[in-house]
Each structure stands twice: as C-alpha cells, then as structure tokens.
C-alpha cells in the first residue's frame, strides 16, 4: 500500500471532526468497552478529495446513512451536515489531496448483542494518500490472486452495506495475497460467481465490450458507477452480468475501480492473463478528468 504517513495513524498531526467538534487526532478516542468494536456495529466511507473538492461527497455521505440503516442505527447528522463536516475536515488540515475516511459506531452505554440505549457516534479523518497501490506496478498492471473467502449470501449478511463487519475477510484475503507477493485478491461470490476485489470493483473487456458483475451481493461502488457513466458517454457498451470464474479466459483487458484504488488495470488474476489497453487507458483518463472537473464545476457555482 503505497501512503506518505510515516507516523502511526494514531500520531499524526492535525485534525478529526468527531461528534461535531474538531479535536486534534492524537486526541480522537473512543473507550475498549465500545460496541462498535466488539460486534463491528460500524459503517464507514471512503473517499477523496481532489484539488480542495471531495469527489461525489453527496452520494458519499447518503451512502453512509443508508448502510447506518441497513444496520438498524441511525446517524444523528443530515446528509448536509456529514458534507459540511468533511469539507472542514480537509480545509482544517490543508489537505486538498486527501483521502478522508467518515466512520460511525455504536458506543460503549451497554455492551451485549442488544444495542437499543447506544450512542451513535460519528468521526471524519483525512490524510494524504496518492496511490493506494504501488504506482510502479500500477503502471503495467496489478497482479491478483484467487480468494479462498467468498462473499457473503445477502441472507447471511449485510451485503450491501458498507459495514465493518463484512471486512474481516477482505483482510485475511488482503493479507494473503500481500505474503504470496500479489496486489490483492479476487473473489467470488457464495454462488462461485465472479464478485470483486478486497476493496474494488472488477470490470472485463471483450471485443470492445465491458462487462461487470452485477452487484448483488456486493458494493455497488460509487467509482464503479461513475467508470459505467463514462463508458456510455463514449458509447462503449457495458454488459451487467453473472461472469463465472471459467470464462475469464475469453477477456483480453481487466481493471478495478474504487475511491482508493480509482481505475487500475490488472495484467494477471491466479492463471488468467491480460494485457491493460486503450479501453482500459481511456476510461483512467476519463476519471481523472472527472474528478477534476468537479473543482471547475465547483468554482462556478
Ligand atoms: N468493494 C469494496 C469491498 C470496497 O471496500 C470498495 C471501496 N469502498 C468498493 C467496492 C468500491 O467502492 P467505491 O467506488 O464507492 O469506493
């Protein structure tokens, strides 16, 4: 993971909104008894903001209240005040390139599976972060393996929330593919379908076509969605579908998208091999385009 913070994350200088009030992030901390560490009653965002502006802040902040819903809590902010709080974030810490990570929990009121009488607490951090993988390999193409973990049954879990729960295997998966000297790791869903990546979506090329799992039982990343907008505004045709595992012989271009990894071409997944082409290239480009277009946007305005 490529990163500039040399200090613990518990360490840096500057600032974390929490609850409503700026302290300085040495100072940001939450008791061993808290509910959301114990039963990972947790959701989170991540994000970038690019040249002072956070990209699709909005869709963002909406996505965290509704994974707070989905887990049966409610955030005691509006949507206008989570993006109010992490423009200051990132103003606060003279951060206009940053990553910023918005986390809600329960507290540590009562601690059992039952929940009802817990605060709801909310915390926004930002550093920098350029590439999240190495911007040498990134360059010819990320390297995956096969995950043993699948993705979990919707009925199993909250499959479509961006819940802290569901990260468990996504680390031991991380972890893994980091020790066998890979990027990251594809993997599959509970039907052996082809799902996404520890922390990203996949896209395919065949024959001037994309095609993506449809999410069913996984993110539908907000990257994701803006990669199959920019695609059709070039015409290309994007196929939502079941891909199983066996076909992805027949793909000649593979890449991820999410607000970390942004558009990365992959050049091998365990056997399978291919080459990052222009389809690949230009959608990058049109990425980063779009995330810069939104500060002119926001100029205007
Ligand atoms: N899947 C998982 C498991 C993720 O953690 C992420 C990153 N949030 C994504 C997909 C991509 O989502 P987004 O494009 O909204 O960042």
Known sequence: MATTNTLPFDQMPGWVWFNGK????????????????????AVFEG?????????????????????????DFEIPFSVEEINAAKDLVIEKNSLPNAYIRAISWRGSEQLGVSAMNN????????WEWPSYFDPAQRAKGIRLCLA?????????APALAKASCLYGICTIEKHRAERL????????????????????NMFFIKDGKIHTPTPDCFLDGIT?????????????????????PEE????????????????????????????????????????????LAKKDKAAAA
């Not at 605060?119 to 930002?126: G, P, Q, T, Y």
């Not at 599959?188 to 996404?196: I, M, P, S, Y």
């Open 22 to 41: 700026l302290v300085s992030n040495p100072d940001a901390m939450i008791h061993v008894l808290t509910h959301g560490l114990h039963y990972a009653s």
């Open 224 to 244: 994701r969605q803006t990669v199959i907008e920019l695609a059709k505004r070039r015409n290309i045709e994007v196929i939502e579908r079941r891909i199983m």
């Open 248 to 291: 992805l012989s027949s793909f000649s271009e593979c890449f991820i998208t999410g607000t970390a990894a942004e558009v990365t071409a992959v050049s091998e997944i365990a056997d399978w091999r291919f080459t990052p082409g222009a389809i690949t290239n230009q959608l990058a480009q049109d990425y980063t385009a779009e995330t």
């Open 119 to 126: 605060k709801i607490h909310l915390a926004i951090a930002c």
């Open 47 to 71: 994000e970038r903001a690019y040249n002072g502006v956070i990209f699709k802040s909005n869709e963002h902040s909406e996505r965290l209240k509704r994974s707070a819903y989905i887990l």
């Open 181 to 200: 000297g890979y990027a990251d790791a594809m993997m599959l869903d509970w039907q052996g379908r082809v799902a996404e990546c520890t922390g990203a």
């Open 148 to 156: 043993d973990f699948r993705r979990p049954d919707p009925r199993t």
